[in-house]
Each structure stands twice: as structure tokens, then as C-alpha cells.
């Protein structure tokens, strides 16, 4: 156990040290020592200020209470030559237990090369207000400070202020439990600028991202082509600048470090790439898009790519961005080689593939060509394709395709030379040659040429993806509850005016009166008036119903309108074949609202080469069916949606 000292008086400019070596001398714990401050005098020092220059005078010069208080000119404290220091007289005992900031837990942090000292309150810390608190609080801040070696009465104009609203919270509650850690500047020296090293970054290799959703390195991505686009910026110089010194709160000068120079720019640019030259930096940005290259020491931005193959061992796989005006020419056209390798993922403005398209290979592009076929497993997305032989999945605005063998085409307009078997879903549909087994959905025509098989399936559908046929569900239910609102806002009209009609002649009577009162110039009763006021009130309500009913029913015939929309042009659409039905065939309209579909067979052998979906209404029902229409009956159609 600890024992106490007798107090002792010394003079240091360490109080940390001072109360270490006074504790080692008198075998105590050092937090069982406390102390008080007699006197703290502050010496300056400027190398060479009366020695000539020499240095040889080793001088310290004691401030006073109006020197200190120029002490803060900036062109003094930054000179390298001039120091500051602090005499500390204190008197040195043991701590009394249960002291009056016992209760709350406190430390001295700092940041920025110590230019900034922070006197830290635990939470949970409790202050009891007493007469001089703020004296003694300012004591025992300024004690931690020491303790630091932070110069005290120096730096800290901040503190006062810092330290006044908690203190004034203090004051106020009497008692006050801290809910969360208070962090308070109490002293600030003068901050050194940092000195910037030259660094070249390259913004364009930013674009690599070669780790997929769990963070996994794909060892397939490794940005074999970086596209820009125009305006961008690639690289970008950040010129070396030397920093400005500062001084801490302990008085010690930071000497500013001398930059790095080790990244010059070393490369050249060809005329696709802007430079732009500025006090601090050098950027370079891109002219035009397409993807940016770097031969030997020498970068440029090119359109086109010749590549043999696009595979794992070679290129991996290549994304670029779409806007990007990058074209990919893969020349090889091997047939039993992939162009496009296994597993390889490419997103790119234009393609024209010379070959096949591998096994779980996607290919995303405005504009794409492939020569050989695509595999089934694979997917090729364009606005405008053309595809030779098609197993796999096919998407686009405009697509073209040789001969499809089973694969999937989604698109506007689609052309296919021949189909083998395969799924068609497009606005138009167009076919030279039809073999079996080829399912067809168009929301507005199907064309046959010449057919080769049967059991094919051809359906006109207004809604061709199930986003839209959700909001036609949706439409669906926004009109029945439109009705429903109808009903009930209706129901409350009908009795609002049942119970008008019942009281008209009471309510005529004391209209009556209520004139004649007013006509005599004689008080009118109140009971009367009130009367009066009901049925008034009655009857704007009943207008209000009625307005109301007038608007709900404005728009549900907007509503009905757009509904119905969706699918009129559904008696436009048209199959034709031209010519003869081969096999089983099934043909179906389908309609939105009654959601139905209505079928037809076609005779095997039978020339129906136009067929249509019509309407006949009843006194009850309407009737749909699927009728043949013949090409004089066609071109009147022709003619007169072209008048109208």
C-alpha cells in the first residue's frame, strides 16, 4: 500500500517526468500524487537574435502578461529559429480521496501533430455546481495539459469558449450526469499544411471490377479493353507542392517535409486526348469516345478491335460501356471453335462475330453481328441483331435470323429466314420458311411465307411481357374500386334526396314564414331559422354529392378508355399465311378485358391465308371469333385506315 509523501516544491519543465522521478524516489504509485501549480513562467528564444547570427548565445528572454498577448504572430511562430518553453513551479503531495472531481473520468487526446489538444469526458461523468467551480475546472484541465507537456495559457482562447456552455449547463442543473463523451478543443496551435507528393492516378482503371457480389475475384475480368467516353477524364497529375510549417501545442516547430517527385509524366498522348495544365494539376481527358489504349509509352483512344477470340485464356471477358463508340471485329470463324469462349460475358457498342457464340457466353450490344450460330445456353442482347444459326436466347429492337433452330427471339420486329422449332414473341413476325414446332406470340401481325411443318402455335396478344400485363391487372383493379366509389358515394345521394323529398313541404312552409318575418321587419324566431339552416345545409350537400358523382364518373370513363386501349388494336392485328396450312396448327387471339382467348384450327391444306379477330354484340353479351378475310377484303381495310 502506498504512503503518503511530504510535499515538495520543485521547478521543471516536465511536470510528467518530474512527478515520475518523485514517485520513484519516494517508492509511491504515481496516481496517487497530485499537485498544484504555483507559478508557470513562459521563455522565448530566437537563434541568433543578439549573437549575431552565431548562435553562440544560449539566452532564454521571460515573457510578461503583455508580451504574451502578442505571442500569436504567425510570422514569429513559424520561424524555425524561434522557441518557447515553460517553467512549471509546482508543489507535489499525496491525492485526498474523494476530491471534488472525483466523480468524473477524463484524458487529454490529440490530433494533427499535436496542433490540436482535446479535454475528453467520459460518459456517465457527474458534475455537482459549486461556488468557484469554474476556476477549479479550468485548474484541473490545465494540470492534465501539463501533464501532456502542452503549453498552457498559450493556444488556448478557444478553451474559454469551448468550455462555456457545458459550464453553464452545469450551473443551471447544479447536477448533471453526462449521456454522451464530451470532446472539447482547449488548445490549438498554428496547423501545418501538409506537403503534397506528385501521384498519378487513373481514373480510367477505376472501371476494372473484376469481383462479383460476394466479393469473389473473377479471374475472367481483367479489363482487356477500358472504354471512355467523351468529356471523361483518364489521368490525372497531381503536381508535387511543399507544405507550410506549423507549431504544436507543446512549442515545438513542424518543419514542412520536402515532396517526392517519382511520377512525373513520362507518356505521350495522341490527338483523341485533351490536356489541361493548371497551378495544381495536369488532367487528361478524353475528345471522343471509344477505349483507351497504352502502347509502350504512348496512349490513345481507338473505335476499333481486331481479336482472334474472345476467351479466358485470351482476352477474358470484355465490358465496356455501351454509349462507348467501341467496335469489336472477332475473326475467328473456325467451326468447330468458339469466337466467343465459354462463360464469357461482353458488353460492348458494336460486334461482329466471324463465328460462334460458346456455351453460358452474354453478348450485350447496340449493334451485333454473329456469322456462325449461338449456343443454346447463351444469350445475345443488340437493338439491331443478325444471327445465322440461333439455339440459344436472342433479345432486340430489330433482329434478323437465318435459321432457328429451338432458341428464343424477344424483340419488335423479327425476321427469320427459317424456323426449326423455337419461341417468337415480337410486335411483327416475319417468316420465310415454317417448319414444326415453332411457337409464335405478336401483338400486331404474323407473316408466313412459304410453311414446312405444323404443330405451331400462333397467338396476337396485345400485352407481350409481364410488366405490362401487371399494370393491366392493376387497371383492372383501379376500375372496380372506381365503381365501387361510385356506388357508395351514389347510395348517400339517393338518401340525402329521399329525406329532401320527404321534409319539401315543411321545409316550403318555413321558407314562407321566414319571408313574411323579414318582409314585417319582425324577429325571426329561432327555432325557425335553425330549421332553416338544417334543410340549407341539407341541400349543399346534396349538390356536393352530385358534383361528386359527376367527376367519379368522369373518371372512370377515362379510365375505362385507357383500359380499353390496350387492346383495341387487337381487331387490327392479323395472321397470314401465304400459303397452304401444313399439319396441326393452333391460332389464338387473346383478349384483355373479357380476359379470354379465342381459338381457331385451321384446316389442314385449307389457303385461309388472312385471319382476323372480330366482335358481334348482342342484346346481352358480345361474341368474339376468328374470321377468314379475303385480300380484297384486306386491301379495303388497307384503304381505309389510310383515309381515316
Same mark, same amino acid.
Given at each position: 500500500?502506498?504512503?503518503?509523501?511530504?510535499?515538495?516544491?520543485?521547478?521543471?519543465?516536465?511536470?510528467?517526468?518530474?512527478?515520475?522521478?518523485?514517485?520513484?524516489?519516494?517508492?509511491?504509485?504515481?496516481?496517487?500524487?497530485?499537485?498544484?501549480?504555483?507559478?508557470?513562467?513562459?521563455?522565448?528564444?530566437?537563434?541568433?537574435?543578439?549573437?549575431?547570427?552565431?548562435?553562440?548565445?544560449?539566452?532564454?528572454?521571460?515573457?510578461?502578461?503583455?508580451?504574451?498577448?502578442?505571442?500569436?504572430?504567425?510570422?514569429?511562430?513559424?520561424?524555425?529559429?524561434?522557441?518557447?518553453?515553460?517553467?512549471?513551479?509546482?508543489?507535489?503531495?499525496?491525492?485526498?480521496?474523494?476530491?471534488?472531481?472525483?466523480?468524473?473520468?477524463?484524458?487529454?487526446?490529440?490530433?494533427?501533430?499535436?496542433?490540436?489538444?482535446?479535454?475528453?469526458?467520459?460518459?456517465?461523468?457527474?458534475?455537482?455546481?459549486?461556488?468557484?467551480?469554474?476556476?477549479?475546472?479550468?485548474?484541473?484541465?490545465?494540470?492534465?495539459?501539463?501533464?501532456?507537456?502542452?503549453?498552457?495559457?498559450?493556444?488556448?482562447?478557444?478553451m474559454f469558449d469551448n468550455l462555456a456552455s457545458l459550464i453553464a449547463n452545469i450551473r443551471v442543473s447544479e447536477e448533471l450526469v453526462l449521456e454522451k463523451k464530451e470532446m472539447i478543443l482547449v488548445c490549438e496551435g498554428v496547423l501545418a499544411q501538409?506537403?503534397?507528393?506528385?501521384?498519378?492516378?487513373?481514373?480510367?482503371?477505376?472501371?476494372?471490377?473484376?469481383?462479383?457480389?460476394?466479393?469473389?475475384?473473377?479471374?475472367?475480368?481483367?479489363?482487356?479493353?477500358?472504354?471512355?467516353?467523351?468529356?471523361?477524364?483518364?489521368?490525372?497529375?497531381?503536381?508535387?507542392?511543399?507544405?507550410?510549417?506549423?507549431?504544436?501545442?507543446?512549442?515545438?516547430?513542424?518543419?514542412?517535409?520536402?515532396?517526392?517527385?517519382?511520377?512525373?509524366?513520362?507518356?505521350?498522348?495522341?490527338?483523341?486526348?485533351?490536356?489541361?495544365?493548371?497551378?495544381?494539376?495536369?488532367?487528361?481527358?478524353?475528345?471522343?469516345?471509344?477505349?483507351?489504349?497504352?502502347?509502350?509509352?504512348?496512349?490513345?483512344?481507338?473505335?476499333?478491335?481486331?481479336?482472334?477470340?474472345?476467351?479466358?485464356?485470351?482476352?477474358?471477358?470484355?465490358?465496356?460501356?455501351?454509349?462507348?463508340?467501341?467496335?469489336?471485329?472477332?475473326?475467328?470463324?473456325?467451326?468447330?471453335?468458339?469466337?466467343?469462349?465459354?462463360?464469357?460475358?461482353?458488353?460492348?457498342?458494336?460486334?461482329?462475330?466471324?463465328?460462334?457464340?460458346?456455351?453460358?457466353?452474354?453478348?450485350?450490344?447496340?449493334?451485333?453481328?454473329?456469322?456462325?450460330?449461338?449456343?443454346?445456353?447463351?444469350?445475345?442482347?443488340?437493338?439491331?441483331?443478325?444471327?445465322?444459326?440461333?439455339?440459344?436466347?436472342?433479345?432486340?429492337?430489330?433482329?434478323?435470323?437465318?435459321?432457328?433452330?429451338?432458341?428464343?427471339?424477344?424483340?419488335?420486329?423479327?425476321?427469320?429466314?427459317?424456323?426449326?422449332?423455337?419461341?417468337?414473341?415480337?410486335?411483327?413476325?416475319?417468316?420465310?420458311?415454317?417448319?414444326?414446332?415453332?411457337?409464335?406470340?405478336?401483338?400486331?401481325?404474323?407473316?408466313?411465307?412459304?410453311?414446312?411443318?405444323?404443330?405451331?402455335?400462333?397467338?396476337?396478344?396485345?400485352?407481350?411481357?409481364?410488366?405490362?400485363?401487371?399494370?393491366?391487372?392493376?387497371?383492372?383493379?383501379?376500375?372496380?374500386?372506381?365503381?365501387?366509389?361510385?356506388?357508395?358515394?351514389?347510395?348517400?345521394?339517393?338518401?340525402?334526396?329521399?329525406?329532401?323529398?320527404?321534409?319539401?313541404?315543411?321545409?316550403?312552409?318555413?321558407?314562407?314564414?321566414?319571408?313574411?318575418?323579414?318582409?314585417?321587419?319582425?324577429?325571426?324566431?329561432?327555432?325557425?331559422?335553425?330549421?332553416?339552416?338544417?334543410?340549407?345545409?341539407?341541400?349543399?350537400?346534396?349538390?356536393?354529392?352530385?358534383?361528386?358523382?359527376?367527376?367519379?364518373?368522369?373518371?372512370?370513363?377515362?379510365?375505362?378508355?385507357?383500359?380499353?386501349?390496350?387492346?383495341?388494336?387487337?381487331?387490327?392485328?392479323?395472321?397470314?399465311?401465304?400459303?397452304?396450312?401444313?399439319?396441326?396448327?393452333?391460332?389464338?387471339?387473346?383478349? !384483355?378485358?373479357? =380476359?379470354? &382467348?379465342?381459338? #381457331? $384450327?385451321? @384446316? +389442314?391444306?385449307?389457303?385461309?391465308?388472312?385471319?382476323?379477330?372480330? %366482335? !358481334?354484340?348482342? =342484346?346481352? &353479351?358480345?361474341? #368474339? $371469333?376468328? @374470321? +377468314?378475310?379475303?385480300?380484297?377484303?384486306?386491301?379495303?381495310?388497307? %384503304?381505309?385506315?389510310?383515309?381515316?
Amino acid at each position: 500500500m502506498s504512503h503518503k509523501i511530504n510535499p515538495i516544491v520543485v521547478r521543471t519543465d516536465n511536470v510528467a517526468k518530474e512527478l515520475g522521478h518523485i514517485a520513484e524516489n519516494n517508492k509511491v504509485d504515481i496516481k496517487t500524487l497530485d499537485f498544484k501549480v504555483l507559478q508557470t513562467q513562459t521563455f522565448t528564444y530566437l537563434d541568433g537574435e543578439r549573437d549575431g547570427g552565431t548562435g553562440d548565445n544560449d539566452d532564454w528572454k521571460e515573457l510578461n502578461e503583455d508580451e504574451l498577448s502578442h505571442f500569436y504572430d504567425e510570422t514569429v511562430l513559424l520561424n524555425p529559429k524561434f522557441k518557447v518553453k515553460q517553467i512549471n513551479e509546482i508543489e507535489v503531495f499525496t491525492r485526498v480521496e474523494n476530491s471534488t472531481f472525483d466523480s468524473i473520468e477524463t484524458s487529454i487526446g490529440a490530433k494533427n501533430n499535436i496542433t490540436q489538444v482535446y479535454y475528453i469526458i467520459k460518459e456517465g461523468s457527474k458534475f455537482t455546481y459549486f461556488d468557484g467551480f469554474r476556476k477549479e475546472f479550468i485548474e484541473l484541465i490545465n494540470k492534465k495539459k501539463m501533464r501532456a507537456n502542452v503549453l498552457v495559457g498559450i493556444f488556448d482562447d478557444a478553451m474559454f469558449d469551448n468550455l462555456a456552455s457545458l459550464i453553464a449547463n452545469i450551473r443551471v442543473s447544479e447536477e448533471l450526469v453526462l449521456e454522451k463523451k464530451e470532446m472539447i478543443l482547449v488548445c490549438e496551435g498554428v496547423l501545418a499544411q501538409e506537403t503534397i507528393h506528385d501521384k498519378m492516378i487513373l481514373h480510367y482503371e477505376s472501371k476494372k471490377e473484376n469481383t462479383d457480389e460476394q466479393d469473389r475475384v473473377n479471374y475472367s475480368k481483367r479489363g482487356f479493353l477500358m472504354s471512355v467516353t467523351e468529356g471523361e477524364l483518364l489521368m490525372e497529375y497531381i503536381k508535387p507542392r511543399q507544405g507550410e510549417p506549423g507549431r504544436n501545442c507543446r512549442g515545438e516547430f513542424l518543419p514542412p517535409k520536402e515532396p517526392i517527385i517519382a511520377n512525373t509524366p513520362d507518356f505521350t498522348i495522341d490527338k483523341n486526348i485533351e490536356k489541361i495544365e493548371t497551378d495544381d494539376t495536369i488532367e487528361y481527358k478524353a475528345k471522343c469516345s471509344g477505349y483507351i489504349q497504352l502502347d509502350g509509352a504512348a496512349y490513345s483512344i481507338s473505335t476499333n478491335a481486331e481479336v482472334k477470340e474472345i476467351s479466358f485464356k485470351t482476352t477474358g471477358s470484355i465490358e465496356t460501356e455501351l454509349d462507348a463508340d467501341v467496335s469489336i471485329n472477332v475473326s475467328e470463324s473456325d467451326v468447330f471453335k468458339d469466337a466467343i469462349g465459354v462463360g464469357m460475358d461482353v458488353e460492348v457498342n458494336e460486334i461482329n462475330i466471324d463465328g460462334n457464340v460458346g456455351r453460358k457466353a452474354t453478348v450485350t450490344a447496340k449493334k451485333a453481328l454473329v456469322e456462325g450460330q449461338v449456343h443454346q445456353s447463351s444469350t445475345i442482347t443488340a437493338d439491331e441483331l443478325k444471327i445465322n444459326i440461333h439455339k440459344g436466347t436472342a433479345r432486340g429492337k430489330k433482329i434478323e435470323i437465318t435459321r432457328l433452330e429451338n432458341g428464343i427471339v424477344e424483340g419488335d420486329e423479327v425476321s427469320i429466314s427459317q424456323a426449326v422449332g423455337g419461341s417468337i414473341k415480337a410486335r411483327i413476325i416475319n417468316i420465310n420458311h415454317l417448319g414444326s414446332h415453332v411457337k409464335m406470340v405478336a401483338s400486331e401481325k404474323i407473316v408466313i411465307e412459304k410453311t414446312d411443318g405444323g404443330e405451331n402455335s400462333f397467338t396476337i396478344d396485345p400485352i407481350l411481357n409481364e410488366e405490362d400485363r401487371t399494370n393491366v391487372s392493376s387497371s383492372d383493379q383501379h376500375l372496380i374500386e372506381a365503381k365501387r366509389g361510385i356506388t357508395s358515394v351514389q347510395a348517400e345521394y339517393d338518401a340525402v334526396c329521399e329525406t329532401i323529398a320527404d321534409n319539401e313541404k315543411t321545409f316550403a312552409e318555413v321558407s314562407k314564414k321566414l319571408l313574411h318575418y323579414k318582409k314585417n321587419k319582425v324577429k325571426m324566431p329561432a327555432s325557425f331559422v335553425k330549421k332553416y339552416q338544417e334543410f340549407s345545409k341539407v341541400m349543399t350537400h346534396r349538390d356536393g354529392l352530385k358534383k361528386e358523382i359527376d367527376e367519379r364518373k368522369e373518371r372512370y370513363k377515362l379510365l375505362e378508355k385507357s383500359h380499353r386501349a390496350i387492346q383495341s388494336d387487337i381487331f387490327e392485328a392479323r395472321i397470314i399465311c401465304k400459303d397452304y396450312w401444313r399439319g396441326h396448327n393452333e391460332v389464338k387471339f387473346h383478349l !384483355v378485358d373479357p =380476359d379470354i &382467348d379465342v381459338m #381457331y $384450327f385451321p @384446316k +389442314e391444306n385449307s389457303d385461309a391465308s388472312i385471319l382476323g379477330l372480330f %366482335e !358481334v354484340e348482342n =342484346d346481352d &353479351d358480345t361474341n #368474339y $371469333f376468328i @374470321k +377468314e378475310i379475303t385480300e380484297e377484303e384486306a386491301t379495303e381495310e388497307e %384503304e381505309s385506315n389510310f383515309l381515316s
